[in-house]
């Protein structure tokens, strides 16, 4: 049984450059959540989508940042035009149903550094 | 929002010692979730609590929540070098309020063990 996969687990961008992160959900999961962590914030909410529709993204930044979840195919987090401040951890998780009384069980990160 | 502090922020414990880590809610808990992360990895689930008053034990650890479910503790028994790492607790929203539909995580508890 297959985890949450993401990829790459590392990825250095320079300033200014886009940044694509990947994340496939456990089998038959179909609720992804995307956060961030900064060493001094914890792990920050970022958005949560299903198949095809985003539910909530009130924790995503207004601007450059964006994320999808197509019908087929891995959910995907972009940032456009990263900057140093977009350095850090992003992990996604899944989940079988709305995360009230199911775990969110999450992948192993991929660590942005922008240069 | 849902705010959860965690104390105390680090823990330094001679292996073989007992050892509890807290979590405290500003709200009333419906679902209070306790992970494991392993330093450069994703979060491992450890135990979800729901009900007040309830107790789970998974191996030498213990996770409790107060019957006001306002706060939690984990306590290891007999700590090892595989219990190092950060916890953190996270708290389901629905019904908090809290709005996001992602949990709200703590910033963490580093566990060190010292051999």
């Known amino acids: 049984n297959a985890g949450v996969m993401q990829n790459p687990r590392h990825l250095v961008r320079r300033r200014g450059q886009e940044a694509r992160l990947r994340c496939s959900p456990m089998?038959?999961?179909?609720?992804v959540y995307w956060y961030r962590q900064l060493p001094e914030e914890g792990l920050k909410f970022m958005v949560y989508?299903?198949?095809?529709?985003?539910?909530?993204e009130s924790g995503m930044p207004k601007e450059r940042f964006s994320a999808e979840f197509p019908k087929e195919g891995p959910s995907i987090l972009r940032i456009q035009q990263v900057v140093r401040g977009d350095s850090a951890a992003y992990f996604c998780?899944?989940?079988?149903?709305?995360?009230?009384?199911?775990?969110?069980?999450f992948g192993n990160g991929t660590r942005l550094t922008v240069t | 929002s849902q705010e959860l502090e965690q104390s105390p922020q680090s823990l330094i414990v001679q292996e073989g010692k007992n050892l509890t880590i807290n979590c405290t809610s500003s709200?009333?808990?419906?679902?209070l979730y306790w992970y494991k992360q392993k330093y450069g990895e994703g979060l491992i689930f450890l135990m979800m609590?729901?009900?007040?008053?309830e107790e789970k034990s998974h191996e030498k650890i213990t996770a409790k929540l107060d019957e006001k479910k306002q706060q939690s503790s984990l306590h290891i028994t007999a700590s090892q070098p595989s219990h190092a790492g950060i916890y953190l607790c996270?708290?389901?929203?629905?019904?908090?309020?809290?709005?996001?539909?992602?949990?709200?995580f703590g910033k963490g508890t580093h566990l060190i063990i010292q051999p």
């Open positions: 998780a899944s989940s079988l149903r709305q995360a009230y009384n199911s775990p969110l069980h």
């Open positions: 089998k038959g999961h179909s609720h």
């Open positions: 989508l299903q198949k095809e529709n985003i539910i909530d």
């Open positions: 709200k009333t808990l419906y679902g």
């Open positions: 609590l729901q009900k007040g008053g």
């Open positions: 996270g708290a389901d929203p629905y019904y908090s309020g809290g709005g996001a539909d992602g949990l709200t």
